[in-house]
């Protein structure tokens, strides 16, 4: 089945520590994003990237870092830098109908 | 100023009523748009996009599109409880990497 899958599904970060969030895609899609969501609120894009090996800044990406060496992979690492990391986080690709398709959501709790 | 805006709702309709949901966008340049719904707790599946102007419809939802007052509406007939979730609009920024801008979302309840 072609799809996107995000790992894991719950993260639980202590205070100082780094983590990475996965997403994976088999859908041959050249463009992947990260996007944040709070409660009640939209989404919000940290990173995207449209080509391997290239990645822009989103409205929010203080803390965060990317990268994208394959182009079925696009793991986001959420710094100790990231003061208020617990959120919602959608990673989505683009196909050729210039639609955004969306992973299932890393939900990721500070302890 | 929020570059697209929605009424955060909650939208409350009895079931088989027409919901209106509705959106603003503050770019002109601004072509593509697209509405996801979201359900407690899982990740937003599209619904509709449309790119012109006038009505596009597909099965009980119906996308309108007003460029020229920048308004984006979503109708969703014969509404279900299975339709109770959160409406997220989306708006695609031009010459931006297939960037979309979300709305804050409409929280939408029917009831049976």
């Known amino acids: 089945d072609g799809g996107i899958t995000q790992s894991p599904k719950y993260l639980f970060r202590k205070e100082g520590q780094n983590v990475t969030l996965s997403c994976e895609q088999n859908l041959n899609h050249d463009a992947m994003y990260w996007y944040r969501q709070d409660p009640g609120q939209g989404l919000r894009l940290i990173y995207y990237?449209?080509?391997?090996?290239?990645?822009q800044k989103g409205d929010i990406a203080e803390g965060y870092s990317v990268s994208r060496e394959k182009k079925e992979s696009f793991p986001l690492t959420v710094t100790s830098a990231q003061k208020n990391p617990t959120a919602f986080y959608l990673c989505?690709?683009?196909?050729?109908?210039?639609?955004?398709?969306f992973g299932p959501g890393t939900r990721l709790t500070v302890l | 100023q929020k570059e697209v805006e929605q009424n955060s709702g909650p939208l409350s309709v009895p079931e088989g009523a027409i919901a209106s949901l509705n959106c603003t966008y503050s770019?002109?340049?601004?072509?593509?748009f697209f509405w996801y719904r979201q359900y407690s707790g899982k990740s937003p599946e599209l619904i509709m996009f449309i790119y012109s102007n006038g009505d596009k419809e597909d099965g009980r939802f119906t996308a309108q599109l007003n460029k020229a007052s920048q308004y984006v509406s979503l109708l969703i007939r014969d509404s279900q409880p299975s339709d109770s979730a959160t409406y997220l609009c989306?708006?695609?920024?031009?010459?931006?990497?297939?960037?979309?801008?979300f709305g804050q979302g409409t929280e939408l309840s029917v009831k049976p």
């Open positions: 990237s449209q080509i391997v090996n290239d990645f």
């Open positions: 770019d002109r340049g601004s072509q593509s």
């Open positions: 989306a708006v695609k920024i031009p010459n931006q990497g297939g960037k979309l801008i």
């Open positions: 989505a690709s683009i196909g050729s109908t210039d639609t955004q398709y």
